[in-house]
């Protein structure tokens, strides 16, 4: 099936460093969405993408959805200690239709802070 | 905070039993989504909902059911539970005209001893 793959799989930050995270598919997606999960918590969507080559930024947050609608892209300005989390890339699948909204979520990129 | 409300929070039982997780999608949506996360699959999409229907299947077992009452909220029953079904259950729900904008209650971590 469709699979999402999500890089690095872990990185650490120190703060103010800026971040790159990208998620790729042998596949073509119409919708990218990116969104942060915290510990015990529910995923937080951050950024929607729908067309290819479209940048949008939300805050210190920039996502790209790249022109082969096969990946995209998250960047992190000036990182500060609250960003740590997982950040994961989802996409519905394309078999999709009409009111059916569901996901597929890439395993996820893991944000710690350099002890 | 997102709207989305879920119960409870936690949940502890043994292998066989049968459990309801409760979901209240945030004002307004008409669709909810339900989705398990565990470190090993990660978060998998299980079953959506749109004002009262079924609208999408995943990956849902078949011991597994839901269902949308009139008033919106949802529930994910749970039959026959076995170590394997311990995890995180999300419900989403979203806009109307934006179906992939989800908005994620706070999850349910079920446990099976």
């Known amino acids: 099936g469709q699979q999402l793959n999500q890089s690095p799989q872990s990185m650490f930050i120190q703060e103010g460093e800026d971040v790159s995270m990208n998620c790729t598919s042998s596949s073509i997606f119409n919708t990218w969405l990116w969104y942060k999960q915290d510990p015990g918590e529910g995923p937080v969507l951050l950024i929607a993408l729908y067309k290819a080559g479209e940048l949008t930024s939300n805050g210190r947050l920039t996502a790209q959805f790249g022109t082969t609608r096969k990946d995209s892209f998250l960047n992190i300005s000036a990182s500060i200690p609250s960003d740590v989390g997982i950040y994961f890339c989802a996409g519905p699948p394309k078999n999709y239709g009409g009111s059916q909204g569901n996901l597929i979520f890439g395993k996820g990129t893991k944000l710690s802070v350099k002890p | 905070d997102s709207g989305v409300t879920q119960t409870p929070k936690h949940l502890i039982t043994a292998t066989g039993q049968r459990v309801t997780l409760r979901c209240s999608p945030r004002s307004g949506d008409l669709s909810v989504y339900w989705y398990q996360q565990s470190l090993d699959q990660g978060l998998q999409f299980l079953i959506q909902y749109y004002n009262g229907e079924e609208r999408a299947k995943g990956n849902i077992l078949e011991r597994f059911s839901a269902q949308q009452f009139p008033d919106l909220h949802s529930e994910l029953n749970l039959s026959s539970l076995e170590l394997g079904d311990s995890a995180l259950y999300f419900c989403?729900?979203?806009?109307?005209?934006?179906?992939?904008?989800?908005?994620f209650g706070p999850g349910t971590r079920l446990t099976v001893t």
């Open positions: 989403a729900s979203s806009p109307r005209d934006r179906a992939h904008e989800q908005y």
